[in-house]
């Protein structure tokens, strides 16, 4: 079973700069596709970002992109969600998730196809 843990979360201005980490135990990322998600308050968890095992696949929903950019450090194990640019609109608990793929180059976009989930890292952008 693979345990995630993100931190990295907090208070920041809007335009400023974040950077949430994932850590994984009991598997290893390379084996895994991976996701953030966010949970705004009384809203649906939507997606932020999915990228491929290999990472040679990744997709960013629009109002992230150019904005945010997902990286892995494979010898730490860790996951890592830059957000540069913030805007209140990003205020949401963000959850990294992961699913074991025998798949290199596949993503996966929805939250009911992750099976490990973290317990979540507020965000929160004041105006």
């Known amino acids: 079973q693979v345990q995630l843990a993100e931190s990295g979360g907090g208070l920041v201005q809007a335009g400023g700069s974040l950077r949430l980490s994932c850590a994984a135990s009991g598997g290893d990322f390379n084996d895994h596709a991976v996701g953030w998600f966010r949970q705004a308050p009384g809203k649906e968890r939507e997606l932020v970002v999915a990228?491929?095992?290999?990472?040679?696949?990744?997709y960013y929903v629009d109002s992230v992109k150019g904005r945010f950019t997902i990286s892995r450090d494979d010898a730490d194990n860790t996951l890592y969600l830059h957000m540069n640019r913030l805007e209140p609109e990003d205020t949401a608990v963000y959850y990294c998730a992961a699913r074991w793929t025998p798949l290199t180059s596949d993503y996966y976009s929805m939250a009911l196809q992750y099976k490990f989930w973290g317990q979540g890292t507020r965000v929160t952008v004041s105006a």
């Open positions: 990228s491929s095992k290999s990472g040679d696949s990744v």
